[in-house]
Nanobody, 115 residues
Framework: QVQLVESGGGLVQPGGSLRLSCAAS????????MGWYRQAPGKQRELVAS???????DYADSVKDRFTISRDNAQNTVALQMNALKPEDTAVYYC?????????WGPGTQVTVAS
């Protein structure tokens, strides 16, 4: 069992940037994967970005070239740098970690992109 806590959400104008951070309660070195999902009102939860133990990343087509996921093993954190934000990026963003067959989720942080 691992606890995940997101931070960094908020209100930003279209075209602006936010940096989300996910802090894990234990060492993330051997986590199979960590990443970010999001869920907007009326929509299914979707994968935004992920990074595995080898540092290989994956991104949703809608955020490629705008978002960057990174990992800091010393701080037990995973960050999501979000640039050129669009109103359609508005959602609750959830940190997740996969450890073997176990899937862990943070409580989420709200990101709102609006003028």
């Amino acid at each position: 069992q691992v606890q995940l806590v997101e931070s960094g959400g908020g209100l930003v104008q279209p075209g602006g940037s936010l940096r989300l951070s996910c802090a894990a309660s234990e060492n993330i070195f051997n986590f199979n994967a960590m990443g970010w999902y999001r869920q907007a009102p009326g929509k299914q939860r979707e994968l935004v970005a992920s990074i595995n133990v080898g540092g290989v990343t994956d991104y949703a087509d809608s955020v490629k070239d705008r978002f960057t996921i990174s990992r800091d093993n010393a701080q037990n954190t995973v960050a999501l740098q979000m640039n050129a934000l669009k109103p359609e990026d508005t959602a609750v963003y959830y940190c997740y970690a996969r450890i073997l067959r176990y899937h862990n989720w943070g409580p989420g942080t709200q990101v709102t992109v609006a003028s």
